[in-house]
Structure formats: C-alpha cells, structure tokens
C-alpha cells in the first residue's frame, strides 16, 4: 500500500485526496492519504502533494511547522511530488516575490496571478504531453511560468505561457486539476 501525503496547511485537500484515491485505484494501485498539518509525516509517504491557496501564507507555514525542509528532502530522494497553482510558486525557484520562501524544486520562475483575477477565472481543453485526450484545466487566479531553466520539460502552454511543467520527480501546474472528476494528471504525476 502507498501513502499519499497533501500539505494540508491550506488549499484543496479533500479534493486532491479523492483525485488521488481516484487516480491510484485506475493504476491498480492502493494507496492511503494522510493530509499533513505539521513535520513528521512527511518522510514517511511515498507521494506528495502541494496544493494551491495563498502562497505567501503557505510558505510561512510550512516554514513555521519545519515542513519545507521535509518536503526539499522528500524531492531530493527522487519521490514524485505534484505542485499545483500556489504549490507551483512555492516550488518554483523564483516566486518574484521576496514573501514567498520557495522550496527551488522546481528550476522556474513564476508570475501570480498572472491570468488575473478570481472574476477572469476560466476552463480550457490543454494537450498535455503524456495524455492522449485534452484535459480540462481550471485556472482561478492562477499563475504563469514565465522561464524554465534546466532539465524543465514544458507539458502544457495557454497562449504560448507553460501551465505545466515537470523536472525529474517533481510536477507543477498553473492550474488546479483537482476541480475535475478527471484524475489523468494526478496519475500522470504519481502512478507513470
């Protein structure tokens, strides 16, 4: 049995968790979900998830809880990680912002909100590579990457912008994938 862990300091828990639960029974795999508040549990999963919300607020937790530097152990050890909306700021390696303490999992930089604001939320089909039917991306006051540095591969582009990315173990998207009933990313993410 796998253990997914979801940074439960703020964002779409419940939801990821079921999108997980979701995407591991269709990889016949079973895996549990512990949702993680403080340091400790991290080591002991075998996946990780850093959901969206506020990344300001996010990082200053995972700092104030001593779960940032389980979480860059965890990536280090080549365990699969997925970052999406304000978990791929944290991730990034350059948030723009001196607020937010990044993790640098990810070699991007990072624009909030830089598809606006929460009324120019919206839905697109993407072509992501690894997927053979376009997925149904939800983007609310999401982020863009605007440069990736080395060994990033661009899976998904909005307007020519990366919405999702993947370097090594660690997955990030600019949206939120857990809004759908379609588990592919999460799957793609932790169970390829």
Known sequence: ?????????????????????????????VCRVETIRSSGTV????????????????????????????????AAAGKPVLATCAGLIVASSDAKDDRVETLDLLDVSVDRNAFGRQKDSFEAALDVTGLTEPFPAVFIRAPTIDSVDGGVEI?????????????????????????TDDSRLHGLAFFQ
């Open 155 to 179: 899976l998904a582009s909005v307007e020519d912008r990366p919405v999702a990315v993947r370097q090594d173990n660690v997955f990030g998207t600019s949206f939120h994938p857990e809004l």
């Open 43 to 74: 080591p002991d999963c075998d996946l990780l998830l850093l959901p969206g919300g506020e990344s300001t607020t996010i990082s200053r937790l995972l700092a104030e809880e001593g779960i940032d530097e389980e979480i860059e152990a965890f």
């Open 1 to 29: 049995m796998l253990t997914a862990g979801v940074i439960a300091v703020q964002g779409d828990v419940a939801e990821h968790a079921a999108a997980i639960e979701r995407a591991a029974e269709r990889h016949g795999e």
